[in-house]
């Protein structure tokens, strides 16, 4: 297995795919996306626009979808749910489809589109992805952050740093062997830095700090947490988890 981590969509080539590609966005549209399925949500389905999200989520039953929308950290207006895992409890969204569109973790998603397999990764559920690909064994694996507005993010490149450390440490693999590109001999050294104080790590990162002003003290709680869901989100058909 040779894995890749990309900082943002916009730093993957252009001309390549691999056989399995895991989005990332710590903060927090793939934490939302687990926490969906692993409360019993039917389905999770990602789009970087939202009046197509509209066009399409309008053909299904109202009582069997919620529309979650979130533009800079804030909820867009009419939609039932924002971007935080926190209101998607088990009461709301058991045996019901979520559209989605958020800023960024959207447009990371629909980059590798290509892909013959597609997952959704955060800290929460780094365990059951980490297990996907011991199984399958992907010859090429790439890990693409969603970045902010294609700049990088520490939380994103933690949570690849995590799923590299992880890799490491349960097959024979060096990290050399392992790393496609010096960026997984960077995400793996600060995973190792910070990996007993994730929550301060998201404290420092900018995405974290625009979401602490905006009070999502307890979404950032959550979201530092690892292995604490045994969801995969994987998409088996176009722009569907
Ligand atoms: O950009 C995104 O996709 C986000 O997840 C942003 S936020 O955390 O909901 O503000």
Redesign the pocket.
Known sequence: MKLFVYHTPELTPMDKAPDCAIAV?V??????IATVLAAGGEAVQVFSDLDQLIEVSEKWPSEKRLRAG?R???KVTGFEL???PLDCTQELVAGRRLFIS???????LQRVQESPAVLAAALINRAAIVQYLLEKQPETVWIVG?G?EGSFSLEDTVCAGAIAHSLVQQTKLSQEELAGNDEVISAIALYSQWQSDLLGLLHQAS?GQ??LR?E?HE?LKYCSQTDILDVLPIQREIGVL
């Open positions: 966005d903060l927090r549209a793939t934490s939302t979130e800079g950290g804030a924002g971007n935080s958020t800023t960024n973790g959207t447009r990371a969603s902010w995405h625009r979401l905006l999502c979404d």
